[in-house]
């Protein structure tokens, strides 16, 4: 028998359930990777994430290279390039990791309907996530709005199934497997059409399996704390490696678990409370496949005040949010760091996205949408999900009344300003009871930190407080309507 192996998010050979199933159940096997032509196109994801993409299949092609077994890839659309595949290969199954996004759901289903036609079978497995949406229901079977719930469940079904991790396969069965096709080199980003980046994250599984290594032996015993201050190394950065499926879900539980018994300084509170974040990953996974209708529209229709009407103003203000140039400091060195290294610390993701949406009115999905293209990150779900959640439309979200300070947090969160400086160098030398609100300054003050509100660095585009009472009144007028 003779399989395809398609290849998605899911670029690694460890733990590897497609490549493992089909290694157990083919004599012969072709992996396959198929660049999206229109995906490509419509570039909703940037350079920053295409170049990622495209390190981890290097290092892809050489870990199945290792393994006897060439990386073939294509480009076009991914349905006919798959199935045109699997006939001219006469291949008798096409294995593939499942994707729960709307979007990938159509797609499957139509290579599966095609090659259905054609006689071939198509085998699909879970990978992206330790439980499906169907695995973790509520009592009645339905599917979960509230993260508590579902975390509550989605530990039972842990301890009840205890999930497995699989090993690479082994090579000495697997070169025997090879079908002699003849390797070629991957395009490069220009070559679709992307500009050149080196990922400000090392893309690749070898890279994942060695991040993951750090965290565990050290900072996940001081989560819980670390991963609110943007200044230094708290969280595990494994972000894009989850996204594109260069670590599994199942590994990253079960290396944080074992490090339990790690000798020396362990935290069970920390540790639970990094798991937490994965089980947030799956729960907005879940949240997109039972409720697809978040992907246009908001999750449930609360009373949120309007977002400020297209024009010139709205304009001004959204470019001044994505170049990061707002005056205000916490939000400008998170939208820079953004864009300098397609990455943001999570506790700045939601002081930009709050300052977006309730400080400046704008639409949470223009943010979304910016986000998408900029982060090597960008996953839907868990993009939507966040968004959403900030937006307060989402399922547990932040109470509507609640409005991030920016200056507020970041005197908590980044106290001496070490991370505003790092992204935002007109600050450089400006003192540290000035660094959260620069404005406040007084002119001596101004030409002492070489910088010069309104000329060095911008005068903030809007008065919190004053956005902060219009966005309030405006709520209690949506509530009374
Ligand atoms: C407005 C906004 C947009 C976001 N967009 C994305 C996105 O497109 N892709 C993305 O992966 N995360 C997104 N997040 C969630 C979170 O910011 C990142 O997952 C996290 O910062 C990644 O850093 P890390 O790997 O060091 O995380 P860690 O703190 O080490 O967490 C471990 C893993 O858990 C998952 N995780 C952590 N926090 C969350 C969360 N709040 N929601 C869902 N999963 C989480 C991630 O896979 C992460 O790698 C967004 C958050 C906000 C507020």
Not at 128 to 138: L, Q, S
Not at 228 to 253: E, W
Not at 390 to 403: H, L, V
């Amino acid at each position: 028998m003779r399989g395809l192996v398609w290849l998605r998010r899911d670029l690694r050979v460890h733990d590897q359930p497609a490549l493992t199933t089909a290694c157990e159940e083919c004599d012969e096997i072709i992996p396959l990777f198929v660049f999206d032509e229109p995906l490509l196109q419509s570039k909703e994801f940037g350079s920053a994430c295409v170049n990622f993409m495209l390190g981890c299949l290097d290092e892809l092609q050489a870990s199945l290279a290792a393994l006897g077994l060439p990386l073939q890839w294509r480009r076009g659309c991914q349905v006919d390039e798959v199935v045109r595949a699997a006939l001219e290969w006469e291949v008798d199954a096409v294995y593939w990791n499942r994707d729960y996004e709307p979007r990938a759901l159509l797609r499957d289903r139509a290579v599966q309907e095609r090659l259905a036609r054609e006689g071939i079978a198509a085998k699909t497995l879970k990978d992206h996530v330790v439980f499906e949406a169907e695995e973790v229901r509520g009592a009645t079977g339905e599917p979960m709005q509230r993260y508590g719930a579902y975390r509550a469940r989605w530990w039972a079904k842990w301890h009840a199934i205890k999930p497995t991790v699989r090993p690479v396969p082994d090579p000495s069965m697997t070169t025997r497997k090879a079908v002699r096709l003849s390797p070629s080199p991957l395009p490069t980003a220009k070559e679709l059409g992307y500009e050149h980046l080196v990922p400000w994250i090392t893309p690749g599984e070898g890279h994942a399996r060695e991040q993951l290594r750090w965290f565990i032996e050290g900072p996940i015993h001081r989560y819980a704390d670390g991963r609110n201050r943007p200044a230094i190394d708290g969280s595990s950065k494994l972000s894009p490696h989850l996204r594109f499926g260069t670590i599994s879900p199942r590994v990253a539980v079960h290396a944080a678990l074992e490090s339990l018994s790690h000798k020396g300084p362990v935290s069970r509170t920390d540790v639970l409370t990094w798991i937490d974040e994965l089980i947030w990953r799956e729960f907005f996974h879940q949240v997109l496949a039972a409720f697809p209708h978040v992907v246009d529209r908001p999750f449930r229709q609360t009373a949120v005040p309007p977002s400020r009407d297209p024009g010139l103003e709205r304009d001004v203000l959204f470019q001044a949010w994505c170049s990061g140039r707002t005056g205000y400091p916490i939000v400008d060195a998170g939208m820079r760091q953004l864009n300098q290294t397609g990455w943001m610390h999570n506790r700045v993701r939601m002081i930009v996205a709050s300052f977006l949406i309730k400080d400046l009115r704008i639409d949470w999905q223009s943010g979304e949408r910016y986000f998408m293209h900029h982060l090597l990150d960008a996953d839907l779900a868990a993009n939507n999900g966040n968004w959403q959640w900030c937006a307060s439309t989402g399922t547990d979200s932040m109470p509507g009344y609640r409005i991030f300070n920016p200056a507020l947090q970041s005197k908590k969160f980044d106290p001496d300003g070490v991370y505003i400086r790092r992204y935002v160098p007109e600050l450089a030398y400006v003192a540290a009871k000035s660094i959260h609100e620069p404005h406040l300054m007084t002119p001596e003050e101004q030409i002492r930190a070489q910088c010069r509100i309104g000329t060095d660095y911008p005068s903030p585009v809007v008065d919190h407080q004053l956005a902060r009472e219009e966005y309030l009144n405006l709520g209690k007028q949506e509530v009374t309507r």
